[in-house]
């Protein structure tokens, strides 16, 4: 009978971990999805020490700008006369691709989604 009873509690315990650590994972989960949805976007202006935009040439991140069209004026007047720049819009850096990946990014030749 005792052999009955600390199996039973074995497995109470392990279904009770079991359930605590799924509970925690989609906690988690809701946490990393509300934040997604709710961060404020904005714009993000990239300077590049080379005539055209290369990620290797990176020299500034400066996310901070609420329009495009001010983003793009400081772009032009950071690097007019040396270096490139672009702006992109809710930016995030994605470690499996090791770069930056924007909704929307504009620079000196136009937009692109």
């Given at each position: 009978?005792?052999?009955?009873k600390?199996?039973?509690?074995?497995?109470?315990?392990?279904?009770?971990?079991?359930?605590?650590?799924?509970?925690?994972?989609?906690?988690?989960?809701?946490?990393?999805?509300?934040?997604d949805?709710?961060?404020?976007?904005?714009?993000?202006?990239?300077?590049?020490?080379?005539?055209?935009?290369?990620?290797?040439?990176?020299?500034?991140?400066?996310?901070?700008?609420?329009?495009?069209?001010?983003?793009i004026?400081?772009?032009?007047a950071?690097t007019?006369?040396?270096?490139?720049?672009e702006?992109?819009?809710d930016?995030?850096?994605r470690?499996?691709?090791?770069?930056?990946?924007?909704?929307r990014?504009?620079g000196?030749?136009?937009?692109?989604?």
């Open positions: 009978m005792e052999g009955v600390k199996e039973g509690s074995f497995l109470q315990t392990i279904g009770a971990i079991l359930l605590v650590v799924v509970c925690i994972w989609i906690g988690y989960k809701v946490l990393v999805w509300g934040y949805k709710t961060r404020p976007k904005s714009w993000t202006l990239f300077t590049y020490s080379t005539e055209t935009p290369d990620t290797y040439y990176l020299v500034n991140r400066i996310e901070v700008y609420k329009s495009q069209t001010v983003c004026e400081k772009g032009i950071m007019s006369g040396l270096g490139s720049f702006c992109g819009y930016c995030r850096y470690s499996e691709y090791g770069v930056e990946v924007c909704n990014v504009c000196r030749r136009g937009c692109r989604d």
